[in-house]
């Protein structure tokens, strides 16, 4: 695709319901990353892939997130048992290796009701 | 911290002013990136000053880059409303490793 395209937009999902959000990166980019933005706040780095480097994890919060990203493409964030606290807007951003402009997606708004 | 710091966090000027906003960092970097964020959705690429740069300008977009004081502003000349949004660094590092974001300033151009 043209972008980065992440699914859904928006999820309202009860506590204790396990999610999950999808990322498209742009084809042929290495790095992937996902970020957590609270309301008015900055980005949290969760977690970033590049290439078939170990990915870099820590910034995942809590055992309950987790995140794998098939055949160097697309990623998955999930987040098991969700919390109230884990409502935020989920970015993901993708960029050439060597090249370290990072394009965003448009993100998914969780809400945890 | 492996986060950038921005000052300052909130900005409001009027349509037609500068605004500056400042970043500084604590790790070395190989470039800095300008991005915009509008409605708190994804952000945009604005503008990357790499480290034997010190000034770079991009239409009414200017970036410095201090390297030995690890710090970067931006100034946005002859701002319009369309301008308000929230603006954020980010620091790259190199050896594809991870880019440290700054916390962002929040500006607000009134019309």
């Known amino acids: 695709g043209a972008g980065v395209s992440q699914s859904p937009s928006n999820k309202v999902t009860e506590k204790g319901k396990d999610v999950e959000l999808r990322c498209d990166p742009i084809s042929g980019h290495t790095a992937l990353y996902w970020y957590r933005q609270s309301l008015g706040q900055g980005l949290e780095f969760l977690i970033y892939?590049?290439?078939?480097?170990?990915?870099?994890k820590s910034g995942l919060p809590s055992d309950r997130f987790s995140a794998e990203r098939t055949g160097g493409s697309v990623s998955t964030l999930t987040i098991q048992r969700t919390q109230q606290e884990d409502s935020a807007v989920y970015l993901c951003?993708?960029?050439?290796?060597?090249?370290?402009?990072?394009?965003f997606g448009q993100g998914t708004r969780l809400t945890v009701v | 911290s492996q986060q950038g710091e921005e000052d300052p966090q909130a900005l409001s000027i009027q349509e037609g002013e500068n605004a500056t906003m400042n970043c500084s960092y604590k790790t070395s970097i190989n470039n800095l990136q300008w991005y915009r964020q509008n409605s708190g959705r994804g952000l945009v690429h604005l503008i990357l000053?790499?480290?034997n740069e010190r000034e770079k300008h991009s239409g009414r977009l200017r970036v410095t880059l201090d390297t030995s004081k690890k710090s970067s502003s931006l100034l946005i000349t002859a701002s319009r409303a369309a301008d308000t949004a929230s603006y954020f660094c980010a620091g790259d590092a190199g050896n594809n490793r991870k880019l440290i974001w700054g916390l962002g300033t929040s500006l607000a151009v009134n019309p």
């Open positions: 000053i790499r480290s």
């Open positions: 892939f590049q290439g078939n480097s170990a990915p870099d």
């Open positions: 951003a993708s960029s050439k290796q060597g090249i370290t402009e990072a394009f």
